[in-house]
């Protein structure tokens, strides 16, 4: 069964986390990396297309600089970041020249993803890379990001360059087996999950918050990147990346770490960045038979069903669509500002015109701009 996952990919996301880079007092673990390039050319080989996201900057920068784990300011773990980086990248550098491979930089933000025509700059750039035979390595853009501005941790990039380079796979590598019913650190009794169905409230009950002072998501983050690829179509595997020749055999289909199979129904790409990559800037709130509508028949948003609208913002933002019960179900992208939806609220299309005198058509939402969640 996890063959048939895995079978075809053409092209990989490999995620590795800051635990995984690391040795024990926090320095860049060389050995490691050096196993984990000479698995990235083997796939190369094989001519399986592989894009890294990689942590470690801020876990090399700190050592380099003698600060402390877990403690400093932001713009210290910033600081510590432009230290690590280019250590980072030196590694990568050596270990896959190597293997007669090129390695390229790639650094981003939220931002830059939200913007539709940086996305699909980064796409360019990634293509040629790839195209060339290099291979990228990602990481966030830390000088830069400030919270509002990030992408929070490289579980959740990792997911959106899943969808950036339509990869066929995310295979995430971290300091553990993969996903346990319980963190294992506290819950003695906790027992490894093999596979994950569909990412439900009890799954992500279980994967509950960070454990560990180098890296900065947890199990939580994992498994909100894994419910996004899953949503793009893609299967996620969890796997223990300093195990000697994981990345081989994850996908060879053993039996290793925690898989997690893609979405019947996935979204294309586009959408996918509505619903994900998007930042909403407000909220509209509908009736139960638009939300019905929306959910069951597929239509665009129109605004008979709105009854309010919260926020302000201009046409063409995002906007997130909650029921009548408050809770988000669909993102798009609007056609009608706020102060617009608040005026058509309620009527019919056809008064658009005479409400507002003027009309950009008979949407609020067209489905083309349109998400489920
Ligand atoms: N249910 C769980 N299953 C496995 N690990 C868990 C779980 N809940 C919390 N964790 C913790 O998450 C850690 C991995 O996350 P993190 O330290 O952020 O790694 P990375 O640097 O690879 O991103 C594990 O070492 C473990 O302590
Ligand atoms: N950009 C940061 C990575 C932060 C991060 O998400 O770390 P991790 O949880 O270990 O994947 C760095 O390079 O240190």
Request: net charge positive; charged share 25%; glycine share 10%.
């Amino acid at each position: 069964m996890r063959r048939e996952f895995l079978k075809n990919i053409r092209r990989v996301v490999i995620k590795l986390g800051s635990r995984v880079l690391t040795d024990d007092s926090g320095s860049l673990d060389g050995t490691v990396i050096r196993q984990l390039c000479s698995d990235v050319a083997e796939l190369r080989m094989r001519g399986i297309q592989v894009v890294l996201v990689s942590s470690g900057a801020v876990a090399a920068g700190r050592n380099a600089l003698g600060m402390p784990e877990r403690s400093g300011t932001i713009p210290q773990k910033q600081a510590a970041a432009a230290v690590g980086q280019p250590r980072l990248m030196r590694l990568y550098q050596e270990c896959f020249e190597q293997h007669g491979l090129v390695t390229g930089q790639v650094l981003l933000t939220a931002d830059d993803l939200a913007s539709r025509q940086r996305f699909l700059n980064a796409r360019g750039t990634l293509e040629a890379l790839l195209a060339a035979g290099a291979v990228p390595v990602i990481n966030e853009n830390d000088t830069v990001t400030v919270a509002e501005i990030k992408f929070g941790d490289n579980d959740n990039l990792s997911a959106l360059v899943t969808n950036l380079v339509e990869a066929n796979l995310l295979l995430i590598l971290t300091d553990i087996e993969g996903l346990y019913t319980a963190n294992p650190a506290i819950d003695p009794t906790a027992r490894l999950i093999p596979l994950v169905r569909s990412v439900t409230r009890e799954i992500e009950r279980a994967a509950g918050g960070s454990g560990s002072s180098v890296g900065t998501g947890g199990m939580a983050t994992k498994v909100a990147a894994a419910k996004k690829a899953a949503r793009y179509g893609v299967p996620t595997l969890m796997a223990p990346g300093k195990r000697p020749g994981v990345i081989g055999a994850a996908l060879a289909g053993t039996e290793i770490g925690t898989l997690f199979l893609p979405a019947d129904k996935g979204l294309n790409r586009r959408k996918h960045w509505i619903a994900y990559t998007l930042r909403p800037a407000g909220k509209v709130l509908v009736d139960a038979g638009a939300r019905t509508a929306l959910l069951e028949k597929g239509t665009s948003l129109l605004p008979s069903g709105i009854q309010a609208v919260e926020g302000r913002f201009e046409r063409g933002s995002c906007v997130r669509i909650c029921g009548p019960d408050g809770e988000e179900f669909a993102r798009g992208v609007s056609d009608y500002g706020s102060a617009e939806i608040a005026l058509i609220a309620g009527r019919k299309s056809a008064e658009i015109e005479e409400v507002l005198g003027y009309h950009y058509g008979d949407a609020v939402v067209h489905r083309d701009n349109l998400a489920l969640k």
